[in-house]
């Protein structure tokens, strides 16, 4: 019976080519959805790219999980600390770099935004759901400024810091046949927030939300909420509770 040979020069121009087309496996992608921008994205009105403050963004390493918080660009509206607005910016915010990110469409570059020029950001959910982000300080665990979603406005107010952290977690192969150990992992941290008093910790559930309020105040509270069928399972009903309980005057304790 005839064996088949293979030259070894063969067998190394078969690894090599593996290798490259790997390789062009994760540039490609990258280079078509900047070209996509390119084309769907509409000239920015009324506002000069050169006056954004910023570094180029460089693409994270691919682990399993999502870095930035919303999937797409997305036209938001940008409030500058020199007081200027823009409305006409495509955006994305990297949660876990904790920057907003800027496509300039006049040399196909993505921008980090210097945090320093920036005093916040929104932007229209896919439902119409406005978001809103305000930079400020924090003494917490994550000391410095950062942006935080205000999930709900007033003297008092219901933030969010929405921080992905890269975290170790079991070897698995990634969609491309690489071995990883890392996962990109969501830690959202809720606070109570009063510009006169800081920072109030809070979870996101009764019992904690409930801590927050004097003795006397709590059973009343919990009433109000079964009496408006009001239960705590996720954030939107974590929000209408915190809406429901600032509604009836009752008052935090820092």
């Known amino acids: 019976m005839a064996h088949l040979c293979i030259p070894k020069n063969n067998l190394k121009f078969n690894d090599m080519t593996n290798r490259i087309l790997k390789i062009l496996i994760h540039i490609v992608p990258a280079v078509l959805f900047s070209l996509s921008l390119q084309a769907q994205q509409p000239l920015d009105k009324n506002w000069s790219a050169e006056k954004i403050k910023g570094t180029r963004f ?12 919303n999937d797409r660009w997305v036209i938001g509206k940008m409030v500058f600390a020199d007081g200027e607005v823009s409305d006409t910016l495509r955006l994305m915010y990297s949660s876990y770099r904790d920057d907003v990110i800027y496509f300039n469409r006049n040399n196909s570059t993505r921008i980090v935004i210097d945090k320093a020029s920036l005093d916040g950001f929104s932007f229209n959910e896919k439902d119409g759901r406005v978001r809103v982000f305000r930079k400020l300080y924090s003494d917490n665990h994550w000391k410095g400024f950062h942006y935080f979603e205000v999930l709900v406005e007033g003297d008092t107010e219901l933030l969010c810091f ?15 046949g690489f071995l990883k150990n890392m996962v990109y992992s969501p830690v959202y941290s809720y606070y109570i927030y009063s510009p ?21 105040q709590q059973k009343p ?12 399972v996720d954030e939107d009903t974590f929000v209408q509770a915190w809406k429901a309980i600032v509604q009836e005057g009752y008052q935090i304790k820092f």
Request: net charge positive; proline share 5%.
């Open 162 to 176: 929405r921080k992905v952290d890269l975290i170790s977690t079991s070897v698995y192969k990634d969609k491309d």
């Open 221 to 232: 509270i919990k009433k109000m909420l079964r009496k408006k069928r009001i239960s705590i």
């Open 58 to 69: 460089f693409p994270y390493v691919r682990y399993e999980g999502f870095p930035f918080l």
């Open 196 to 216: 006169g008093k800081g920072y109030l910790p809070v979870k996101k559930n009764i019992f904690s939300l409930l801590s927050k309020f004097d003795k006397t």
